[in-house]
């Protein structure tokens, strides 16, 4: 599952896993201010052996707000990371 595809679209976690695993200092992988990771040939995901695909799909206002609150971040800024799910 890699973050910002259907199961988990929020780019912005790729920060936090790049931060956790010091990845700006211990490889060439870098994450620009968009979440765009170069080189274009590298990922950030969580990777499983028997992993099953699926879509998180549409979020209501609750959801949001509880998204929001997991991520210590604004329901605006979740709004503007996620937008085809609201």
Do not use: W
């Not at 599952?1 to 790049?18: I, N, Q, T, W």
């Not at 998180?56 to 929001?68: K, S, T």
């Amino acid at each position: 599952m890699a973050f910002g595809y259907p199961a988990c679209p929020d780019h912005s976690l790729k920060r936090e896993v790049f931060d956790l695993l010091a990845a700006d200092k211990t490889t060439a992988m870098r994450l620009n201010d968009n979440y765009m990771i170069t080189p274009e040939e590298a990922l950030c995901g969580l990777f499983f052996a028997d992993a099953e695909y699926f879509s998180v799909g549409r979020i209501d206002r609750e959801q949001l707000a509880d998204y929001a609150a997991r991520r210590n971040m604004d329901i605006e800024t979740i709004e503007k990371l996620i937008p085809n799910n609201i």
